[in-house]
């Protein structure tokens, strides 16, 4: 049996046999920095996300700055793009210690050893597991059973959890490599690629693959951004996330008898769309951003929620529970707090960039208020309900 | 040091512990799904990819001349962690029926451009290096 062990302990390599100086600490800890700043933006920006899907009650989230979900939620996605060649090449630079065997003998050396690799083995499956269901994602494919927004924000937490605690094991090593000058008389004379260069194309590979994604938040890039998941194209100059087959809202957005129903109380009032279109309207240029990241400005004409409110004689600074008539998926309702409600911005919109609201942007009304997560500005709006 | 190192692991461990929390509620399947993908994309890193980046570098070795392999690897670095971090159009899975405005660019021909482009990189940058030193070989 031991002959056996020894025979295929032989065969599996060993860190010395990775033989390129340009593997190790001095291209890890560098890689690590770069790596350590975008999970770190990644992981805060993810944070946020779910703050502004459900305000808590310590950190009230308002309609100012209009663009802030749109500019936080596409670094979420940015620097989860950009994280990807920085990890592959951070695991590249450290791969031969996965060949290390235990130094010394002894209960105590294979613990402490086991622990250490556990935890390494923790940080490298949670951080890839954050990048690759990020971005299976954001292509809407869902080969998993978990809930995506859940488990990804839990990850998240054993994601940053692990990096700390590796940061903390290696510290000193990591102070040593980055005050040492990052090449050496080995890595200068090797034959492959110095660490220069593989620091180099890893900052180069990052940038260039948010460069040719990044045009669905960045106006300027769409044309360059050839790798995006969408352009911001769409049957009125805007993506669509949900169409209203998708969402089984056809049936009630098409019904010729529809009326908006407004409810305070005790007070109910039906408009229907044309008695909509009679009331005083507005228009704003206001983003729809997108957890998945995209984001694209449009000209929103409607009414105002608060110019409705007021006419079932409600506060224009009061909760509103926002209903759909979609049957299928999620966030058939939303919840405008009293600071969106109150916004004179916040649309019961009728009008997209000038034009009728296609059936797939919401037809015949749908909410728009600036500073909300895409899914919370719900289409094909049946009722408004104050609540109490 | 020692404190800002014992700071970092507790804060470390103890966002680990409230990212099990979080999962506390997920029933068996999900749990399961869930540690599914975090063993598989370890394995398919460790096991399938890694290796064959170790492979590719023994060949590398053997067929480059010597002033060339750092000029490839370069190339390859490049190609590769960018081919891998658009895998996810590139699969093509994902999307839905109707849903004209996602994943509707020609990502197969974009891809192709970017291998030609870095293609062509690397042997202008391989012929230039030649000229310099030019009995390196």
């Not at chain 1, 990807?84 to 630079?93: D, R, Y």
């Not at chain 1, 194209?233 to 056809?250: E, M, S």
Request: a positive charge.
């Amino acid at each position: 049996m031991k002959d056996i062990v020894a025979a295929i302990d032989e065969r599996i390599p060993r860190p010395n046999d990775f033989t390129s100086p340009a593997r190790g600490p001095r291209t890890a800890a560098r890689t690590g920095l770069m790596l350590g700043s975008c999970v770190g933006i990644c992981f805060l920006t993810g944070l946020w996300s779910h703050f502004q899907y459900a305000s808590p009650g310590w950190l009230p989230i308002g309609p100012d700055p209009a663009w802030l979900y749109r500019v936080t939620q596409g670094l979420h996605v940015a620097t989860g793009v950009a994280a990807i060649p920085l990890v592959l090449v951070k695991l590249w630079s450290v791969y031969p210690r996965l060949f290390r065997r235990p130094r010394k003998r002894g209960i105590r050396a294979v613990v402490v050893g086991g622990l250490e690799r556990a935890s390494v083995a923790l940080l490298v499956s949670a951080v890839l597991f954050q990048l690759v269901t990020g971005a299976i994602n954001i292509v809407q494919w869902y080969p998993w059973s978990f809930s995506f927004r859940a488990t990804h924000e839990a990850v998240a937490f054993v994601a940053v959890g692990a990096l700390l605690t590796h940061l903390a094991v290696k510290l000193p090593l990591v102070r040593i490599a980055l005050r040492s000058p990052v090449e050496d008389r080995l890595s200068r004379e090797s034959d492959g690629p110095s660490r220069r260069a593989v620091l180099l194309s890893a900052g180069s590979a990052s940038a260039l693959a948010v460069l040719l994604t990044a045009g669905q938040t960045v106006p300027f890039l769409r044309r360059v951004s050839v790798f995006g998941v969408r352009d911001g194209d769409g049957p009125q100059d805007l993506p669509v996330n949900r169409t209203a087959r998708a969402a089984g809202a056809i049936d009630g957005a098409t019904d010729p008898g529809f009326a908006l129903e407004l409810r305070h109380g005790g007070r109910v009032m039906r408009l229907t769309r044309a008695q909509l279109t009679e009331l005083p309207q507005r228009t704003h240029r206001l983003p729809i951003a997108c957890v998945e990241g995209w984001s694209r400005n449009a000209t929103w004409t409607g009414v105002a929620v608060a110019d409705l409110l007021e006419l079932v004689g409600a506060d224009p600074a009061s909760v509103v529970r926002v209903r759909s008539m979609q049957t299928r998926g999620a966030f058939a309702s939303s919840e405008l707090p009293a600071d969106f409600a109150s916004d004179p911005r916040t649309l019961l919109a009728l009008e997209l960039n000038g034009e009728t609201l296609d059936l797939d942007y919401g037809y015949p009304c749908r909410i728009i208020a600036p500073n909300r997560p895409g899914v919370l500005q719900t289409k094909w709006v049946t009722s408004l309900e104050v609540a109490t | 040091m020692r404190a800002a190192r014992l700071g970092l692991g507790a804060l470390g461990i103890a966002a680990i512990v409230w990212g099990g929390w979080l999962l506390r509620d997920d029933g068996i399947d999900r749990l399961s799904s869930t540690a599914l993908w975090l063993a598989g994309v370890v394995v398919l890193h460790d096991a399938v990819l890694a290796p064959l980046v170790v492979l590719l570098g023994v060949v590398a070795t053997k067929v480059l001349s010597q002033r060339h392999r750092a000029v490839v690897a370069v190339a390859f670095v490049v190609w590769g962690t960018v081919t891998l971090a658009v895998a996810n159009v590139l699969s093509g899975v994902g999307g839905k029926p109707g849903m004209d405005s996602l994943l509707h660019r020609p990502y197969l021909s974009a891809w192709l451009a970017l291998t030609g482009l870095v293609l062509g990189v690397a042997v202008v940058a391989a012929m230039m290096k030649g000229r310099h030193r030019p009995t390196d070989a």
